[in-house]
């Protein structure tokens, strides 16, 4: 069965970094979009980035603000996320998914279409 497993999270200041690793199993990972979500205490889940086989890179810019960068090593099924100069309001838990890409059109943004999901990995940032 598919596995997603995210590491990189912990406990940072305001103003830190983190680099958050997804690494895939039992998919052909060339084949899939891969994105990253993240959920806050009492909040729904959203969209943060997202990189498309091909490379090409969607950022929601509300939460990225060109503060992270999305990346993908097909050679090593892995997805990795930078988070740069972190806030409080970045604190949530971070998960990665995967969605089957059928064209190079399709959405990958929505959360609901994609196929596979990790478990998470809890990124705190203090103030």
């Known amino acids: 069965q598919v596995q997603l497993v995210e590491s990189g999270g912990g406990l940072v200041q305001a103003g830190d970094s983190l680099r958050l690793s997804c690494a895939a199993s039992?998919?052909?990972?060339?084949?899939?979009?891969m994105g990253w979500f993240r959920q806050a205490p009492g909040k729904e889940r959203e969209f943060v980035a997202a990189?498309?086989?091909?490379?090409?890179?969607?950022y929601d810019t509300d939460s990225a603000k060109g503060r992270f960068t999305i990346s993908r090593d097909n050679a090593k099924n892995t997805v990795y996320l930078q988070m740069n100069d972190l806030k409080p309001e970045d604190t949530a838990v971070y998960f990665c998914?995967?969605?089957?890409?059928?064209?190079?059109?399709?959405?990958?943004?929505?959360?609901?279409?994609?196929?596979?999901w990790g478990q998470g990995t809890q990124v705190t940032v203090s103030s």
């Open positions: 990189i498309r086989k091909s490379g090409i890179k969607t």
């Open positions: 998914a995967a969605e089957f890409e059928r064209n190079p059109f399709q959405r990958i943004t929505v959360g609901p279409e994609y196929d596979y």
């Open positions: 039992r998919l052909t990972f060339s084949n899939y979009a």
